[in-house]
């Protein structure tokens, strides 16, 4: 699979494919989408940057072990549905911070935290994955 | 700002639970955001096998109290119900701790805790970077959100999440009889949560709600025509749960698989997994479908008989050490069963009761082999000998462990067995109580052989008559002391619940009339007018 297009085109496919899965993960609150089919993107953007140059250029891209993005994701979802506590409400309970940018409201919220949350597992439990396969492959 | 959006204007009072809460109710959620935290910490520092097992241990204590605070404020104010993100019940999903699940959420982190701290001795680096704390912090979070969870298909995705994490355990040394024992693991277990689901979505097809206090409220409106139905379902959740217990005649994966990973995952396995499936056999057939239950009744007393009866002579049959307390297991399932089948409050009792004792004292054998092997350079009974020469203390731990296994006095095993033969007999069920009485006596017979083949005679097989010390003479330490605190807790708890029963005796009796008696668990979650 290492042509000389495809090892070109994969850097910027990859790029193209992280930015296009967080527009998909911010969009997900209200329309279809969301961190889950967001993480499966990014994942596999990852994936293709691994087919094209190779894992251990991934894992240098990554910088950290991508079994510790699932772990960050996990820690921030569960955090998203503990900041109800301080406001005396069950679990999980969304809080909303509505900013205007521009004349644009945005919603800032707790799911969006988790949603980011769940964004981070599935980019890191899958990309784990796809990368422990390509680096069988290659050897 | 925080709250629902104002701007929208919308009276949520009709679907939102507005009330403010006490952050005491909090502690019904605590023990799995607290798992959650600390499996995704420790997957976080997974390379860093030094500072990882102490970051567990912080999580894992701060769980033991969590879960301590939540059983001391369950027996204080009755049962608490804590529904996901305020919506109201039976749309929001509801957490519900009521005794039962409370004391068994508390013994369970303590076997973790337990585990950890010997984890830090037998799992090794490599163990370590594959895992080890983090499924087994994660474990937790399924094994404690199983018991305390108040929706059906909610208990079906812990069941999900503590059996990935188990997978994850089983497999942690990588070699070929791990992976074959998780295989044989997985796919019977893989093959009882689809049999769960399926009954699941039954439930939800003739009730139109998964919340189990809801279940319980509406069953009894039901009219005759669904009896065929929720019978259809009793048996599916009946064989699924079974499956989960190992109980006869879908238990051979147990038998296949615990002895082949690190002994500390058997000793977490053997103590907590197949009680999660008995704990879920009873919040269901108990509280949520009593009709079903007693309509199965005999059916329950024939699989726990014949659970009771192959579980021991399983036992007698192996030489292998963790194979015996294998069979053991299977053994404790079918007394626990046995209280299922009977149904009396005294009989739900002793199987509460008998499913904590199991639980400290299945992991305890299991650490106790752990440390048999460290001694003795085996597993095999017949290599093994001359440990009682070698360490007295510990012989004498062990010989305690195999008296409270048996179910003789003055350890915790002994109650919980009186409780059920009692049950049993005032229920008409002689025969019940006689294979009670003799899975007891044949288990006194298996760990005695244990006793006498590995601690009792001079050396192994092969060592001349009369040699009452090891040929190596002297004291052989356990192999490290860090091992003798998460034992030596252990047997504590077993010996303070033996000689103390009054604390498991008020526990069980409470946890038995809560599953028996719906009516607080409805109230906790619907309020006093459901």
Redesign the interface.
């Known amino acids: 699979m290492r042509t000389l297009i495809f090892r070109t085109i994969a850097p910027y496919l990859s790029a193209l494919m992280v930015l296009y899965s967080i527009f998909v993960l911010l969009r997900g609150h209200n329309e279809p989408g969301g961190g889950f089919i967001g993480g499966l993107i990014a994942a596999s953007a990852l994936a293709i940057f691994g087919i094209a140059c190779g894992v251990a250029a991934v894992r240098r891209a990554l910088k950290v ?1 991508p ?2 993005l ?6 921030i979802g ?2 998203a ?2 900041y ?2 301080f ?12 900013v205007t940018i521009f004349d644009v409201e945005i ?1 800032l919220s707790t799911p969006l935290i988790f949603d980011i949350g769940v964004y981070f597992v599935v980019v890191g439990a899958i990309a784990s994955i796809a990368l422990a396969l390509e680096e069988r492959e290659s050897d | ?5 104002s701007s929208a204007k919308v009276d949520y009072s009709a679907a939102m ?1 507005l009330a ?4 005491g ?2 502690l019904v ?1 605590a023990p799995v ?1 607290i798992s ?2 600390g ?6 520092t ?2 860093n096998t030094q500072a990882q097992p102490k970051l567990a241990m912080i999580f894992l204590a701060l769980l033991v109290a969590a879960n301590l605070g939540l059983l001391v404020r369950v027996l204080d104010k009755g049962v608490i119900t ?5 919506w109201l019940p039976p749309f ?1 999903i509801a ?1 519900t701790a009521d005794a039962l699940g409370a004391t068994l959420s508390l013994v369970a982190s303590i076997v973790a805790f337990c585990a950890g701290l010997y984890g830090a001795v037998t799992v090794d680096g490599t163990g370590r970077r594959y895992g080890y704390y ?1 499924f087994l912090v994660l474990l937790m979070a399924g094994v404690c959100g199983a018991f305390l969870t108040g929706d059906i298909f909610n208990l079906y995705v812990w069941f999900e999440v503590l059996l990935i994490a188990s997978f994850g355990l089983i497999i942690l040394g990588n070699d070929r009889p791990q992976l074959d024992g998780a295989v044989k693991y997985g796919v019977l277990n893989l093959i009882g949560t689809n049999l769960f689901l399926i009954g699941t979505g039954m439930i939800y097809g003739v009730f139109g709600t998964l919340n189990m206090a809801d279940i319980a409220a509406k069953i009894s409106e039901l009219d005759n025509a669904a009896s065929g139905t929720l019978l259809t379902i009793g048996v599916l959740y009946f064989l699924a749960f079974a499956m989960k217990a190992a109980a006869f005649p879908v238990n051979f994966w147990l038998p296949a698989s615990y002895h082949t990973p690190n002994i500390v995952v058997s000793a977490v396995f053997a103590g907590l997994l197949t009680k999660v499936g008995v704990y879920a056999l009873i919040r269901i057939f108990v509280l949520i479908m009593p009709e079903s239950r007693d309509y199965m009744a005999d059916l329950i007393a024939v699989v726990a008989i014949a659970t009771m009866i192959t579980g021991v002579l399983g036992a007698l049959a192996q030489t292998e050490v963790r194979r015996v307390f294998g069979y053991l297991v299977i053994a404790g399932i079918g007394s626990m069963l046995a209280g299922l089948a009977v149904g009396s409050n005294l009989a739900i009792s002793g199987a509460i009761f008998y499913a904590v004792h199991s639980i400290l004292v299945m992991t305890a054998l299991y650490m106790a082999a752990g440390v048999m092997h460290r001694m003795g350079g085996s597993y095999d009974m017949r290599e093994l000998g001359g440990l009682y020469g070698a360490n007295p203390a510990f012989a004498g731990v062990f010989l305690i462990l195999a008296f409270a296994v048996s179910g003789l006095p003055p350890f915790s095993g002994f109650w919980p067995k009186v409780m059920l033969v009692d049950a049993a007999m005032s229920d008409g069920r002689g025969w019940l109580a006689f294979a009670i009485l003799l899975s007891g006596f044949l288990t006194t017979l298996a760990v005695g052989r244990v006793w006498i083949y590995a601690f009792w005679r001079g050396g192994p097989e092969g060592t001349p008559d009369g040699t009452a010390v090891a040929a190596s003479g002297g004291t052989i330490s356990i192999g490290s002391s860090a091992l003798w605190l998460p034992i030596g807790i252990l047997t504590a708890m077993i010996v303070y619940f033996g000689l103390q029963p009054e604390v498991m005796f008020d526990l069980s009796a409470r946890g038995a009339l809560g599953v028996i008696e719906p009516l607080g668990y409805v109230r906790s979650v619907f309020g006093d007018a459901p």
């Open positions: 072990h079994m510790s699932a772990g960050f994701g996990l820690f569960t955090l549905g503990v109800s506590l406001t005396k409400q069950p679990f999980m309970t969304s809080q909303w911070w509505p919603k | 700002m925080a709250g629902p959006i639970n403010p809460v006490a952050a109710d909090w959620v955001l959650l935290v499996g995704a910490v420790c997957l976080m997974r390379k804590m529904v996901m993100g305020g929001g957490f983090p």
